[in-house]
Structures are given as structure tokens and as C-alpha cells.
């Protein structure tokens, strides 16, 4: 009868969850699967040449209708899906904005998931409530933000920069939360951001009725920042045009290069024309951490919002995003739901009900793993891998420029290098090159890499980021990258 039941039930009791004992069991095997993966992820290779669907077909596709034990269920974790993801922690993955993921990270993930609390308000959870309101102000603080700064916790920048923008387009056309945008004839707003800016403008626009038509994008200069008196321009034509400028997307660490517009400057014009400034310092912003990189943070503080994300930086696991509002209590009249009368002030104090703050009701304890790994490291122990790996970018730039068939395709300013092999005078076959290198080094799982255009013209690029990378795993993915072009070029 209980092989039968077992059987039946896998793991899991007739109406329970798993038995204490096995769920202990499983825990620490799980504990020394996290360990021994963290421990030997360079000897992995780093993603699969699957094909899609590949996953899908190794995968029983009936929905489970009886249990299934957590032995049989972990085997396939380790038989499936582990070899079908690309290992972002992995030292040779340099990727997008690299890996910030650190071993007290990981541990507070596992006390999150634990304590699986809701965040909503201050009731639902005193200490989620509490705990986000103070590493919200460490985060300030170490940005340099004034007090009148007041900051929400979301799961990505994009919907960061989505909120600011409808908080706005309040400010340009009130009562817009309860009457909406249409038959009142207001005109049209527009929102202006650089060339080289994040596709989540656009999305943040499409989402609170602006439209993507509406986001104007700016010219850069010769270092890929803003152009400021282009951006003059572009709004002086809008404002003979009957358009009314709602607000400017300024951004410290573009995607591509890692840029800083000329915020002081940018604010400037939004002082002139009554628009909103809002900062996307998703990547950038954590610079500020260092104090010989403070010039990252002129003009911040003449900002109206401000975003950063810990998880692009500062050594938090994905998904943890950060934005700071000044005066935040726009934010919360904005999306606050409940009568008026119930909130006879703007919440001072630790009682912050931060569902208010949002579009989202039910809120994940992000602010414990932010809690936890700052703790652990502290700021000088932040700022000292920041240098390390702005060290390493320093140190790609010079075997690029040492090296007559490479070029550094834009100043180095952060963990990010984009450079372009150059041999030949076919620029088309040259694009085709740097594109091939990449898909072949990445096809190989040995190293991870992106490209991408600037003016007009593929190149590689590196992203630093990750705890776990060395000199020497930098020295590994260059001399591949040096073999792989002289082989493709051939």
C-alpha cells in the first residue's frame, strides 16, 4: 500500500504539502546543488545552440495529473532545463550588462521565496514596508539624491520610467487619472530622449496613451550623448507645430555604449519649457557609489525622476529597480486607490502603503535581498568590485587599441566596451565579420557576447559586471575573440 501511494503522490501528502522531513532532505541537496553550481559554473559551456522548441520536445507536454516525486522532478531540472539556459553567472558571459548575482543574493532569494510575503502595505507586512523604506534612503544616499527624493521599489526600469512618465503627464494635464486623454482637447504631448536611448521610452509612451509617434529621438555627438542643441531645436519646432513638450528622458549608461547625456545641460531646457526631466540611470547611476566618479551625478538633483537599477550594478539579483521621485507624493495621488479622507496628509513615518505607489497591487519582498547584500558587502566593498571592473574595461581598451586590425568604436566610461575589427575596406564585409565573430564565439559556449550598431556600422561589445570574472577569463575571451576573426576574415 505505500509503494502504491507513493506512487500516487510522488512527494506530496494526500492533502498536505511535503512532509517535513523530506522537504529538510531536499533542502540542503538543494543547498549543495546551488554551491556546487556556483562553484564550477566556469566549466560549463555557457548557452545551447538549441533550436526553439528544443526544450519543449525533451519535456512531457501532458499536464501532470498525478505527483510526481521531487528526486524525479530535480532530475529533470538538471537533465533539461539547466543545459537549456544561458548561464548568465558563468566568468565568460559578457553579455549585456554582465551578471550581478552574489552568494548573499542567492541566500536571501531562498528567505524570500520562504517568507513569501505581500508587500502591498504596511499591514500585509510591517517589515517588507519598513525595509524598503530604508535601503530606499541607503540607495538615496549614496546616490547623493536630496531628502525631497522619495523612492518606490519595481520589478525592471521600463516600468520605472513608465510611472514617471504618467506621473508627467498628470502634471501636464491634470485630472487626465480620472478623465483619461481623449475628448478633451488637449494637444498633443511630446516626450524627447537621444538616439541612443532604451526602447522603454516608447513603451512607457504606447502605455499611458502618449503613443510612440510622440517620442522624438535626438541626435547624439561625436561621444554618443545627447545633443542638446538639437534637442532645442526639435522643441522649438514642436511648439510652433501645436505640440506641447511633456518631458525629456535623459540617460546616464546607454545600452549600447554606456554613454551619460549632458543632464545639467538638459535640465536647462526643461527649466525653460516647463518639462518634466527624468533620469534613466538604470545601468549608469550605481557609478555614483564611487566617489571619484561623482561627476556621473551632476544635474541630478534638477531632475524630477530618477531611475537606477541595483540589479545592473549593484550586486542585487534580477529583478530589483528603483525610482525616486522628487516630491513623491505626485506618485502616490496619481495611483492611490483609496478615499481621500483616509489620507488626511502625505504618509510620513515608516506606515507607507507602497501598493499606492503603482500600478501593481500584490509586491514580491524585493527590498530583503538588497537589505542583505549591501549589509554584506557594505558600500567600499560595492565600489571596490565597481573599480575592478572598470579596471577590466580599461584593460580590454588597451589590447584593442594595441592591436592596428581592432578599434575602440566609443569612449570606454564604464564596464562596457564596444570595439570593431577593421581589417579590410569593404565596410559591408567588415560589418559581416564583427557579426560572424560574435555568433561563432557565442555558438561555441566557451564565451558570451553582443553586438550592435553605431553609425551605421556593427561592433562587438562587453559588458562587465560579474563577481566571478577574473583577468585572466578577460584574457581567455580576447585571444578567442583575436583567433575567431582572423579565421572568419580568412
Known amino acids: 500500500m505505500k509503494d502504491r501511494q507513493e506512487s500516487l503522490h510522488g512527494d506530496v501528502g494526500d492533502l498536505g504539502d511535503v512532509p517535513p522531513a523530506i522537504f529538510r532532505e531536499q533542502l540542503h541537496r538543494l543547498a549543495d546543488w546551488i554551491a556546487d553550481y556556483r562553484e564550477q559554473i566556469a566549466e560549463r559551456r555557457i548557452a545551447p545552440n538549441d533550436k526553439p522548441g528544443a526544450i519543449l520536445a525533451r519535456l512531457n507536454r501532458a499536464a501532470p495529473e498525478n505527483a510526481a516525486g521531487l528526486d524525479e522532478i530535480f532530475a529533470d531540472i538538471d537533465r533539461v532545463i539547466v543545459p537549456g539556459v544561458a548561464h548568465w553567472a558563468h566568468p565568460q558571459f559578457m553579455s549585456y550588462f554582465g551578471c550581478t548575482t552574489t552568494s548573499p543574493g542567492i541566500l536571501a532569494e531562498m528567505m524570500t521565496g520562504a517568507l513569501n510575503v505581500n508587500a502591498m502595505t504596511w499591514r500585509t507586512s510591517p517589515a517588507a514596508s519598513e525595509l524598503e523604506t530604508l535601503v530606499l534612503d541607503w540607495l538615496r544616499q549614496w546616490l547623493g539624491l536630496s531628502e525631497q527624493f522619495g523612492g518606490v521599489v519595481y520589478d525592471t526600469a521600463s516600468i520605472s520610467t513608465m510611472h514617471a512618465l504618467a506621473t508627467a503627464r498628470e502634471q501636464a494635464a491634470p ?137 545592473k550594478m549593484l550586486f542585487i539579483p534580477f529583478d530589483f529597480s528603483a525610482l525616486y521621485v522628487r516630491d513623491i507624493a505626485r506618485l502616490r495621488r496619481l495611483f492611490t486607490l483609496a478615499p481621500e479622507h483616509l489620507h488626511l496628509r502625505d504618509p510620513v513615518g515608516a506606515e507607507i502603503n507602497y501598493m499606492d505607489y503603482g500600478v501593481q497591487l500584490g509586491r514580491r519582498f524585493r527590498a530583503l535581498k538588497a537589505w542583505v547584500v549591501w549589509r554584506a558587502f557594505g558600500r567600499e566593498g560595492l565600489a571596490a ?39 579590410g575596406a569593404d565596410d559591408q564585409k567588415i560589418d559581416m565579420v564583427n557579426s560572424s565573430v560574435v555568433e561563432r564565439i557565442n555558438a561555441s559556449g566557451r564565451a558570451y557576447l553582443t553586438q550592435t550598431r553605431l553609425r551605421g556600422r556593427t561592433v562587438m561589445r562587453i559588458g562587465l559586471g560579474n563577481v566571478l570574472t577574473t583577468e585572466q577569463h578577460l584574457r581567455n575571451i580576447w585571444k578567442l575573440i583575436q583567433a575567431t576573426a582572423t579565421e572568419v576574415a580568412a
Open 385 to 423: 568590485r565597481i573599480r575592478e571592473h572598470l579596471r577590466l574595461a580599461k584593460l580590454l581598451a588597451d589590447w584593442i587599441e594595441n592591436d592596428e586590425r581592432f578599434e575602440l568604436s566609443a569612449p570606454v566610461v564604464m564596464g562596457v566596451v564596444c570595439f570593431r575589427f577593421k581589417a
Open 175 to 311: 485630472s487626465t487619472r480620472k478623465q483619461g486623454l481623449s475628448g478633451r482637447g488637449l494637444p498633443g504631448f511630446r516626450i524627447y530622449t537621444s538616439s541612443q536611448a532604451h526602447s522603454s521610452v516608447e513603451k512607457g509612451a504606447i502605455a499611458i496613451g502618449i503613443g510612440e509617434d510622440n517620442v522624438r529621438r535626438i541626435g547624439c555627438n561625436a561621444d554618443f550623448r545627447m545633443d542638446v542643441l538639437a534637442l532645442r531645436k526639435m522643441v522649438a519646432s514642436d511648439l510652433r507645430n501645436g505640440f506641447k513638450p511633456l518631458a525629456v528622458v535623459a540617460t546616464v549608461g546607454t545600452t549600447s555604449t554606456a554613454s551619460v547625456d549632458p543632464v545639467p545641460q538638459i535640465a536647462q531646457v526643461c527649466r525653460e519649457h516647463e518639462m518634466w526631466l527624468h533620469i534613466d540611470g538604470a545601468y549608469g547611476a550605481g557609478l555614483a557609489l564611487l566617489p571619484e566618479c561623482k561627476w556621473v551625478a551632476a544635474g541630478w538633483n534638477e531632475a524630477d525622476s530618477i531611475v537606477i537599477n541595483p540589479h
